[in-house]
C-alpha cells in the first residue's frame, strides 16, 4: 500500500518560516525516482491548488504566489520531499498535501496544517 506521510506543520508568525516533509513509502508501481513530486494546498471554503511541483528530472515550478519564498528539494535514496516555506503569510494558511503523479498513477497524503498567524 503506497503511504504519503506528511510533517512539518504548524502555526508560526508571519515572516517566519516552516519546512515541510513528505516521506514515502513503497511505491504500488515503479520506483520513487519515476515519480513525479508535489505539493498542493488547500485553505478553508477554497480549491486545492497547486504549490510547487518536482519532476523526475529535478526540475521545480512553483505557484506565482510563492515563487521567490517556497523551495521544494528531494532525497531520492530518503525517498522524501520537502518545502522550505520562508516570509510566510496569512495567505498562506492551509492544509498541505503532497502528491506523487505519473501519467497514470496518482497519490496523496492526510495533508498538514500550516497556520501562520500573529
Known amino acids: 500500500q503506497v503511504q504519503l506521510v506528511e510533517s512539518g506543520g504548524g502555526l508560526v508568525r508571519p515572516g517566519e518560516s516552516l519546512r515541510l516533509s513528505c516521506t514515502v513509502s513503497?511505491?504500488?508501481?515503479?520506483?520513487?525516482?519515476?515519480?513525479?513530486m508535489a505539493w498542493y494546498r488547500q485553505a478553508p471554503g477554497k480549491q486545492r491548488e497547486l504549490v510547487a511541483a518536482?519532476?523526475?528530472?529535478?526540475?521545480?515550478n512553483y505557484a506565482d504566489s510563492t515563487k521567490g519564498r517556497f523551495t521544494m528539494s528531494r532525497e531520492i535514496v530518503k525517498k522524501t520531499v520537502y518545502l522550505q516555506m520562508n516570509s510566510l503569510r496569512p495567505e498562506d494558511t492551509a492544509v498541505y498535501f503532497c502528491?506523487?503523479?505519473?501519467?497514470?498513477?496518482?497519490?496523496w497524503g492526510q495533508g498538514t496544517q500550516v497556520t501562520v498567524s500573529s
Open positions: 513503497e511505491m504500488l508501481v515503479g520506483t520513487f525516482g519515476e515519480y513525479g
Open positions: 502528491n506523487a503523479f505519473t501519467v497514470h498513477y496518482a497519490f
Open positions: 518536482i519532476t523526475t528530472t529535478g526540475r521545480t
